[in-house]
């Protein structure tokens, strides 16, 4: 397994998602600065804003899976299932080079509803 470029996939990844959080965080935070006065503006206004710090939490939970990978990777145990240690599928680490699971692991902590 090429770890060398997970790890530049993954940087790629942080610095993307880092700049997308802080835009959106950004983005919801002057809508609500400039917040309108009339009543159905102020609505859509606070709407837009909602579904930015939305997109910032959601970008902002995936770069701390993507950061994890990364200290995976400096620790030597990237690629392997946290559970189990046993390898990931490579195609699933190319799809999600974050993923800490094997599709096994994966499938029965959805199943469980077990939050990862």
Same mark, same amino acid.
């Given at each position: 397994?090429?770890?060398?470029?997970? &790890? =530049? &996939?993954? *940087?790629?990844?942080?610095?993307?998602?880092?700049?997308?959080?802080?835009?959106?965080?950004?983005?919801?935070? $002057?809508? *609500?600065?400039?917040?309108?006065? $009339?009543? #159905?503006? #102020?609505?859509?206004?606070?709407? %837009? #804003?909602?579904?930015?710090?939305?997109?910032?939490?959601?970008?902002?939970?995936?770069?701390? =899976?993507?950061?994890?990978?990364? $200290? !995976?990777?400096?620790?030597?145990?990237?690629? &392997?299932?946290?559970?189990?240690?046993?390898?990931?599928?490579?195609?699933? *680490?190319?799809?999600?080079?974050?993923?800490?699971?094997? *599709?096994?692991? =994966?499938? !029965?902590?959805?199943?469980?509803? %077990?939050?990862?």
């Amino acid at each position: 397994m090429d770890i060398e470029k997970y &790890r =530049q &996939r993954l *940087l790629e990844l942080e610095r993307q998602l880092t700049d997308r959080t802080n835009r959106a965080a950004d983005q919801g935070r $002057d809508q *609500l600065i400039d917040y309108p006065h $009339d009543a #159905a503006d #102020a609505s859509v206004a606070t709407e %837009t #804003a909602s579904e930015a710090f939305t997109t910032a939490e959601l970008d902002s939970a995936t770069l701390e =899976q993507v950061r994890a990978a990364l $200290d !995976r990777i400096d620790g030597g145990t990237f690629g &392997r299932c946290v559970v189990d240690g046993k390898p990931i599928e490579e195609k699933r *680490l190319d799809a999600m080079p974050w993923t800490p699971y094997c *599709l096994e692991h =994966q499938a !029965r902590m959805e199943a469980e509803g %077990t939050p990862e």
